[in-house]
């Protein structure tokens, strides 16, 4: 065979190296719980090592023969089979055994380790009950020891009582130890005072014990060697002692139950209810169906039954309701060493153009009237003037003109003074006597100022006289009002006024606490495009500082920013301080009250619960009857659809109170929406789907909002005076509606017989009883009372000859247009239509 080693090339050189001897590889154990262990096993392969250069060794060559005489030669033998060389295969099936026998050993060591910890806790729980045993057994015999020494001391106090009853008998007998055959005789023993004997201690092992606590363990040499010096208990006998101790403790009874006070809302789920009791769903749900209530665990019920359910399970019901959440602030009454004396503040009310603002210009000394639309006021404005004496007066200004109602109703509920103004060249007008209404209706006083006293035709004495009427009488005639005359104009006896409401002031002797948390009420509120949500509130209590969390209606948020009425900004406002608020997260809704809290969560916690009750008023319909259902179905009353956005709150409550006071029984008013801030691009949405035109007041479209409109074809209207939008909508009302259609009855007539006229006409003889038959008027054929047919006369004739009209008393022919149902004894009725335009 020829060599198969490969042979070295000249001139290279073999890389220098061991060759790989061991084989390794990775096992994994199991073991009981989950737990698991890689092995690393290693087979070594022999390895011969020689001398460098060395051959292997070879064989040793037989010994020649003795020298003999020569033979032929032999054959050559041939050569010695090569020894087998053991292939891959066999390599790999005696590394899969040896894997295997390696995982048995590992399996049986970690079986016998189960086993020695079994044993082990064994021989631990056999020593604790042999200790508990023999710790009870000396209590035993230390409660008998001390029992006998009781009995001892029992008898030894016996024994001194007797002989202190027998030692006055024998005075001089010598004390001497009596015999033992009288103390038998009188029954008694001497008590032997020698200590008991103790009964002798069991010895503790010592060395046995430490064997028996090692003996569990499980050691390199033992689990080597294979010694077991205990048969080891088998899987299922541990799984009946767990068996038996788990029936040992169901035995036992379950422990006391936890009696808990269950908190209950209004509403509540049946899951969030057991989770409350700690009790198991399943089984409020099992009580439920036995109540007669098939309900799911996401099911909600009322707080009745809730209450059924705790008490049937054994706990205490807490009621709560939703209301909780909100702050009532009515019951918080502040002490009376806390207030302190604060300014006042007066509400100026009257009629439209009877110059109100001008007046508090000339207070104030500035120029608010040139800035109104209109030259009216159409907000509340809210300042604070120091007067000569260095005192604070806090004046709000309310609108005239009659849409802002509300307005004037929320000023004279936050007001402590109302200044009547009255034109002395004018009178009482409607919005004057609803500002007396108000002011009683508030019960705060009132302070008459006649205004304009310099015209000529002022007559101050007339606006005294009809003050009577509406039971306000001032000073001058007897009664408790004062009034003042004044001219704003001529800034005349503007003194006069600021004195009479400091009079007035210091007889209401108002107080407040400044130092609390701030409460008061939102006078007016709008969105600024810049700024965001801005309120102007009037602190009424307590005082407001920046940072601080409050709660306005049903928005909440934290002040960033407070600007006073002259722009400055200011970081606290005190009682009686009027100031804008930045920082709220909506636009609150004017006469809503603020209150501050402790942090901004609760802030919206309120804020939520609020929002919530309002859309639940504004979403819930009124019961339903029979009679209101047929009148929806049958009503056919049009609407007239608008979107609404304006500056302020105020002017949006007040446009939605006069457009819908222009409602009729034919067309009424429908607001889609009304907001505060510019007209958005979801605006001109809402109102391209119904066709309604937008109406902004003192605002206008952003860029988006144009560009929709323009694609959508939807009407913008800009107004910056109420009465203007008003006139406006009440006609576009009246042109939706259509003109008006009125029938002029011009003259009745009686069949008399009927003719053919043609093939399929027919003409009537009529005889003309009541006013004037034309040709071309529209008629009614009525047969009996009832409508046969509406229709024209075409054709009007007297014998032969054509007519334009008869009249009553005469016989004519006529031939109708659209009918020939025509019968003798039939009524014909002629009527003239006119059309008129449509005014609400």
């Known amino acids: 065979m020829a ?91 005696a590394r899969k055994e040896m894997q295997a026998r390696l995982l048995r050993e590992a399996e049986e060591a970690r079986m016998t380790a189960l086993e020695e910890a079994r044993r082990r806790e064994e021989q631990a729980r056999t020593s604790a009950n042999e200790d508990e045993r023999r710790r009870a057994e000396e209590n035993r015999l230390a409660e008998e020891e001390a029992a006998e020494a009781k009995a001892e001391e029992a008898r030894r106090a016996a024994e001194e009582a007797l002989r202190a009853l027998e030692a006055p008998a024998e005075p001089q007998a010598a004390p001497a130890p009596a015999p033992a055959n009288e103390e038998e005789e009188r029954g008694f023993r001497r008590p032997v005072h020698a200590p008991a004997p103790k009964r002798p201690e069991p010895a503790r092992p010592t060395r046995g014990r430490e064997d028996r606590r090692h003996s569990g363990k499980l050691t390199v040499t033992r689990a080597l060697s294979g010694e077991d010096d205990s048969r080891a208990r088998s899987l299922a006998a541990l799984r009946r002692a ?96 806390t207030l302190h004396p604060r300014p006042p503040v007066v509400t100026i009310m009257g009629h439209v153009d009877h110059g109100k603002t001008s007046l508090l210009d000339a207070i104030r000394g500035e120029d608010v009237v040139s800035g109104e639309a209109g030259g009216i006021t159409q907000h509340i404005g809210a300042y604070q003037v120091q007067v000569a004496d260095g005192s ?51 019960g705060v006083p009132m302070i008459v100022a006649i205004n304009k006293i310099d015209k000529p035709d ?102 960033r920013a407070m600007i006073d009425d002259k722009g400055r900004q200011v970081r606290e406002a005190g009682p009686s301080f009027p100031v804008e608020v930045l920082g709220l997260s909506a636009v609150p809704s004017a006469g809503d009250p603020f209150t501050v809290v402790d942090n901004e969560a609760r802030a919206r916690e309120v804020a939520a619960y609020r929002q919530g009750v309002l859309d639940r008023k504004r979403t819930t319909a009124a019961p339903v009857s029979l009679e209101n259902m047929f009148a929806s179905h049958q009503s056919t009353t049009m609407e007239f659809p608008l979107v609404i956005k304006a500056d302020v709150h105020g002017s949006v409550e007040a446009i939605n109170h006069a457009l819908t006071r222009l409602s009729t029984d034919e067309i009424r008013v429908r607001i889609l929406h009304s907001g505060v801030g510019a007209i958005t691009e979801s605006d001109v949405t809402l109102a391209s789907a119904s066709g309604a035109p937008i109406i902004g007041f003192n605002v206008r479209p952003n860029a988006k909002a144009r560009e929709v409109s323009e694609r959508n074809k939807v009407e913008f209207r800009y107004y910056d005076v109420i ?95 659209d009918t020939n149902d025509i019968k003798a004894g039939d009524m014909l009725e002629v009527f003239e239509v006119e059309e008129r335009a449509r005014t609400l």
């Open 3 to 93: 060599d198969q080693t490969e042979k070295p090339k000249l001139g290279t050189r073999p890389p220098l190296g061991l060759k790989r001897t061991v084989e390794t590889g990775k096992v994994k154990q199991s073991f009981s719980h989950g737990r698991s262990n890689t092995v690393v096993v290693e087979v070594k392969k022999r390895r011969i090592l020689g001398r460098p250069g060395e051959a292997p060794p070879a064989e040793a060559p037989a010994p020649a023969p003795a020298a003999e005489a020569p033979k032929p030669a032999p054959k050559p033998a041939p050569p010695a089979p090569e020894p087998r060389r053991p292939s891959p295969a066999d390599d790999i099936t």
């Open 242 to 337: 767990r068996e038996k101790e788990k029936r040992h403790h169901q035995q036992a009874g379950p422990a006391a139950k936890q009696v808990r006070d269950v908190v209950v809302p209004e509403a509540i789920t049946v899951q969030e209810l057991a989770n409350r009791m700690a009790e198991r769903g399943a089984d409020l749900v099992k009580a439920l169906f036995k109540m007669g209530m098939p309900v799911t665990l996401t099911q909600t019920i009322d707080q009745d039954t809730a209450e059924l359910l705790i008490t049937e399970f054994g706990h205490r019901v807490k009621r709560v309701s939703e209301s909780d959440i909100d702050i009532d602030t009515s019951a918080d009454v502040d002490a009376a060493e």
């Open 392 to 442: 604070k007066v806090t004046f709000l200004d309310t609108p005239g003109h009659e849409a802002f109602t509300e307005m004037r109703a929320r000023g004279a509920k936050v007001t402590d003074i109302v200044v009547l103004v009255v034109a002395a060249d004018d009178g009482l007008k409607p919005q004057t006597i609803e500002a007396i209404n108000h002011t009683k209706a508030a």
């Open 458 to 559: 002022a007559r101050a004495q007339r606006v005294r006289e009809e003050l009577l009427q509406h039971e306000v009488i001032v000073e001058d005639m007897g009664g408790d009002v004062q009034d003042v005359e004044v001219s704003a104009l001529k800034q005349t006896n503007l003194d006069g006024l600021l004195a009479a409401i400091q009079v007035q002031a210091e007889l209401l002797e108002l107080k407040a606490n400044p130092e609390r948390e701030a409460e008061g009420t939102v006078i007016e509120a709008k969105l600024d495009k810049g700024r965001g949500p801005v309120a102007t509130v009037l602190v009424q209590r307590g005082t407001l500082r920046v940072g601080d969390a409050l709660v306005a209606g049903a928005s909440s948020g934290k002040v």
């Open 723 to 817: 009465y203007h939008l008003t006139d406006w909508v009440k006609a576009a009302m009246g042109g939706q509606l259509g003109p008006e259609i009125i029938e002029t009855v011009v003259g009745r007539a009686e069949v008399r017989e009927v003719f053919p006229a043609g093939k399929r006409d027919k003409a009537a003889g009529l005889l003309v009883t009541e006013g004037v038959i034309r040709k071309g008027l529209n008629a009614r054929l009525t047969r009996e009372d009832v409508i046969v047919s509406k229709t024209t006369i075409s054709s009007l004739r007297r014998f032969k000859d054509d007519v334009a009209e008869v009249r009553a008393g005469l016989e004519c022919g006529v031939m109708l247009a």
